[in-house]
């Protein structure tokens, strides 16, 4: 009797929470199509943050043994529409949940992006994203892939940034018929279209189809993760976007295509001895993709393009992770597990820290009306709080102990050397891989104090920086609680690693011992590096307290020093774009003045992949389509003639075949 | 573990940061015998620091909260790694001595550094914040191969105190190309790491060739004690890195009175021949120009590469 209360009150519990989840966001939608007027706004977004707060609730929920499925009361002719939410979807949601939540508190306390129309597409953009990682039939991982590219570009509009948009719709669509066609043909060859129960598909398609369809769901998720060469919508919408629709594309919607990745690989179609091919082939293209954004990264004029680049290299080394662990699932299990947590785990952290920087670079632009970073400056003297949130987020990014993002690279590194692997050719893997993680770090760790540096530090290098506006009030709350995660994470990550580890080992199947922990290096927990940090600089500041100060001009030989008699940011990577130069693309222009006697030098970027690849390839398109379009002459006779020539031309292959 | 090794790897703990100046001295000293010259007492770098410690500082008004924080997130890094470093006896007094932790540490001083050198906003600090970012691009990656080197090679994990027990425990067997290709890369590192000639040259000012103090120009007072005493311990940290993991034979691993002392000799004479290296360095090539830099800092990136290579291959 009891038993049966039990489930049933479950199953109410069940019903209640998907309820709760949807029923408020959708409520959102609806306001948001009947009403226009800037006040409905806030409640629009207010009932967003209401399904966000609930949707919190997953992970716990998860942990006290409610199922969390359940099958719409719909159904079409391919099948039903069902939710199941496993232990890992359950971590992600509940992650992804507590960003997107903040992310919509700065929305409305910044009010720089606010309004009805935007309101209501986060709330179409939870819906989609929640249904996505929840998704147990085809069909609703499909559509709800489908909602969030399309809700994503219409959050993306701001001015007239059409191009970069229609940029990020064409690609994530070729990534969205990758991803239709694999999930179409495993869903034909398991004969049922409930994800559940797609287990091991693999070992029926045989070994290279199944490599096939690795490739493609990685490359089709790829093109919102941005792994090359599709990463070239990235930095163009993330500049031109309003700021939280980049901070809930990289973070939010990255979450959703890792976790589907994962969860695709390692259970759906399964890894089998024969696929490491196919894992050094992703495995080759993550690295490289890493190598790009740390590089790109670097000369970027704009905070928010650096900050693209930025998540393309994090993602890129999620998906190396993940692709790594392909390999280690046969030679060495626990280490396959060791590195998957690595993977999720950075996924987690780099969520956090990017929507944090994200916030930070909206409330910069918001209070000085500067975008470029190379007019930024001196913002920490005038902002000194933004400046100690932000300088928590570039310690995170940079991977500096004790946060969050140093114990996933630390994670990382040492699954990628503690393995012993069987045949030399794949061990020869590793000193390649790590060198790549080890020039990205460092490359990204430059990328990251060129953006603070020449943002906070120095003097203002324009008007607006000198005197910024007050940061709006609220605005710094989801900051400083992101930032609080940024550091949180960091001592406690092996409470999430377990947490993690439950996932890992339920979706990929490796035995549950012997645990992570066993190879990994066991005595230095994140949490007593974390605590021997803060005693060791507490004794330090206890030794040598600040002593007398006394605050002066910085010194110029004598001179004033005028606001651009300073280091600027593109000369900060300028030695680096020497060395690695012809990665690049840069071109030097030489232009004469109108006086015609003084000459102008500038450095351009254009980003390698766009001029040599996509331009080229449009360029082409457009020719062919022009070609053709000479065919339509709009003339009745025209036409005719074409049926005639059609139809002679059917009847003649009718006749022949 | 007794209260006799607790208390040897405290006293080898304050030693290695005590002697930190004197190593400092005595390089400066050797190097002005080569040249010639008289040269400061061995003991100079003590009365510097001790004459800083009593100044006061003068702050650019431009400068921020992380400026004043710069110089003690870096000697918190360098007591941090003093503490994991195997000096005269094997183990360490740090509860933990991760090798990739060290990496990091490593770079959580250099971040500090450069993001402190665009501090004030003179063009000074920002050219050495340049520099250094282009030199740590290739070093550190090649530092950190070379020690996970090390770490493969043995198949320990990464402790480094299991790293160098292991390797002194093989005795010859140990020398491998590996070693001596990652040992190799760690002395380019060494010398590109700790800013000497010829990747930049530590007793110039204000010259249009400097990296490392570019980004200390700011600094004065106390402030600059700290940032000099970590970069005097940096270096120290490395010597002994190259000393106790890289050749670490003739370092003690048991607590008898021969063996400590013997260590205690052998870690003197180890010590004094790579001052003796690194003045003899600095009195033969002139310093390079900074685009010439990332040759050869590509060179011991490349053979730190082929240390890890050539242990799985031959």
Known sequence: MDIFNLTLQNEALTVIFFAAVFIPALAGTILSLMFRYNKVANLIAGLCITSCAVGIAAYPLRALGVPLSYTFPLSSAVGDYALAIDQISSVMISLSSVIFMLIVVHVVKSSSDSGCRYSGLLNVLFIASFLCMAADSVLVLLISWEMITLSTFLLAKKGNNDRARWMFFVIAHIGGLMLMC????????????????????????????SMILVLMIVMGFGTKLGLLPFH??????????????????????????VLTIFKSIYSYIGVTESMSVIAFAIIGLAAATALWGAMESLVQKEPKKILAYSSVENMALVILCLALGMIYINESPVFAKLILIAGLLHTLNHSVFKSLMLMTIDTVEDCTGEKNIGRMGGLAKTLPLLAVVSIIGVFSMAAIPPTNGFVSEW???????????????????????????????????ASYARLYGFIFLGRPRSDGMREPRPMKNGTLLPMAVLAILCVGMGFFATVIMDVLTTGVVSVTGIAPSPSYRSVMSEEMLPLILGVLIVITSVAVLLVVRPGKEREVRTWGCGEDLGKEM??????????????????YGDTTVVRETKEGSKKTVHTEFTE?????????????????????????????????GYVLITLIAVLLAVRIL | MNYLEIALMILQFAALILISPLITG????????????????IF?????????????????????????????????????????????????????????????????????MIVGGLEGGSAFGGMGSSREVMMSVLIEPALLISIMTLSAMTGVGFNITDISGSINAAGAAAISPALLLAGAAFVITMVAE?????????????????????????????????????????????????????????????????????????????????????????????????????????????????????????
């Open chain 2, 194 to 314: 700790n800013t000497r000639v010829p990747f930049d040259n530590p007793d110039t000012h204000l010259e249009l060739t400097m990296v490392h103090e570019g980004m200390l120009i700011e600094y004065s007072g106390r402030g600059l004690a700290m940032m000099e005493t970590a970069s005097m311990l940096r270096l120290t940290i490395f010597m002994t890195l190259l000393g106790t993991v890289f050749f670490p034979w003739g370092t003690a691993m048991t607590l008898s009175i021969a063996d400590l002392a013997l260590s205690v000799a052998v870690i003197i004479v180890k010590l004094l021949v790579i001052a003796f290296g690194i003045a003899l360095l600095e009195s033969i090539i002139a310093k390079m120009r900074v685009f010439r830099m990332p040759n050869m800092l590509t060179a011991s990136f490349a053979l730190s590469l082929m240390a890890m290579i050539s242990l799985y291959v031959l």
């Open chain 1, 182 to 209: 694999a999930y179409g043909y495993l869903a034909w060859v398991a004969g049922t279209q409930t994800l559940s129960d797609w287990n091991g598909l693999g070992a029926i398609v045989g070994s290279t189809t």
């Open chain 1, 608 to 640: 390698p992949f766009v001029r040599y690849l996509y331009m080229p390839l449009g360029n082409a398109i457009t020719a062919i389509s022009e070609k053709i379009s000479k065919t339509q002459t709009n003339r009745i006779q025209t036409y005719f």
């Open chain 1, 411 to 445: 994670l990382m590194i040492q699954s990628i050397m503690g393995v012993n692997l069987q045949s030399k050719g794949m061990s020869l893997l590793i000193p390649l891989v790590l060198a790549a993680v080890g020039i990205c770090g460092m490359m990204m760790a």
């Open chain 1, 566 to 583: 300073q280091y600027s940011s593109i000369g900060f990577s300028q030695p680096l774009v020497r060395v690695f130069h012809p990665f």
């Open chain 1, 232 to 257: 070239a919508w990235m930095p163009g919408l993330y500049g031109t976007a309003p700021t939280h629709t980049a901070a809930l594309l990289s973070t939010v919607c990255s979450n959703v295509a």
């Open chain 2, 26 to 41: 005595i390089i400066r000293k050797i190097k002005a015998r080569m040249q010639n010259k008289v040269g400061a007492s």
């Open chain 2, 44 to 112: 100079q770098p003590y009365r510097d620091l001790h004459k800083l410690l009593k100044k006061e500082s003068v702050v650019s008004e431009n400068a921020s909260f992380f400026f004043r924080l710069v110089p003690y997130i870096s000697m918190t890094a360098m007591i941090l790694l003093a503490a994991m470093t195997p000096f005269v006896y094997g183990g360490v007094i740090a509860p933990y001595s991760d090798v990739i932790a060290m990496v990091y540490i490593f770079t959580m001083f250099r971040f500090a």
